[in-house]
């Protein structure tokens, strides 16, 4: 099996000679934020939490983000948080991306090696430590749990992207695939957080146009992106996040595999209500 790999934020600030030219673009039908936006000068601090900073790159805000929260997080040996969610009604998925994690979920203890994945219903009990020597990233993805009389909430549950094969999307011979941590028949769970993987030469071959709201973070690789009426290049480190019904489409460059986490909302009725605002 090929090693997976899984961008890290280098730390530091770029240097006065660097150009500030760059890919950064932010429309209302979806926004590139590149790598290169990713320095220590746009980190944020958060209650409860000690020894990490985060990026937010991802946020409820009109004309931008209107499901979710996404955040990158950092962890420095013996950070964590025995506090981390404040809100009551998030739901959370955690993806770490480098370093080793402890968490803790109503009780039991899980260990949290790069790749690892876990889905936090609301009110669950967890906390979340870096007990390893060297400093950890991982991603955190919050969303409003959206609850439908009828149906239970969905369990907690911890687990590796190893453990799941990719699904080859149809009629693309394994150019494109998804590797899915959630059955989307399973109607309790309101988002979904994806990894997409296309190989070298592989395609969206039309525009998609849908209801989803899509977050996506570039693990590996490289492609060129089309987002509403233009065409973007985006690398391993780069993160984009695309409206309700922005037309969409990629080509994989090569030479590796272009690889992204994806999260999208699923599984509800269009409410009649002010879309969620974190605060």
Known sequence: MTKQQYHRLPAG????????????????????????????????YLPFWHKARFWVIARPLSGFAETFSHYIG??????????????????????????ALELTLDGTVHAMATGGYAYIPPAADWTLKNTDGGA????????????VEGLAQPEAFVTDENRHAPIEMPDTNGAWATTR????????????????????????????????????????????????????????????????????????????????LLYKDVNRHMGFHSPFREG
């Open 13 to 44: 600030l770029p240097p006065q000679t660097q150009l500030l030219t760059d890919r950064a673009v932010f429309t209302d039908a979806y926004a590139v934020i590149p790598k290169g936006t990713f320095s220590d000068i746009v980190t944020s």
């Open 74 to 99: 950092e962890l420095e040996p013996g950070g964590g948080s025995d506090r981390p969610e404040t809100d009551a009604s998030a739901e959370t998925v955690l993806f770490v991306t480098s370093g």
């Open 136 to 147: 950890a990233q991982f991603h955190w993805i919050r969303k409003r749990y959206e609850a």
């Open 181 to 260: 941590f959630v059955d989307p028949a399973d109607l309790r769970h309101d988002m979904h957080v994806n990894i997409v993987t296309f190989q070298p030469g592989g395609v969206i071959p039309f525009a998609e146009t849908h209801v989803m709201e899509h977050g996506l973070y570039v693990l590996e690789g490289k492609a060129v992106y089309r987002l509403n009426q233009d065409w973007v290049e985006v690398e391993a480190g780069d993160y984009m996040w695309l409206r309700a019904f922005c037309p969409q489409a990629c080509y994989a460059g090569g030479p590796g595999a272009f690889r992204y």
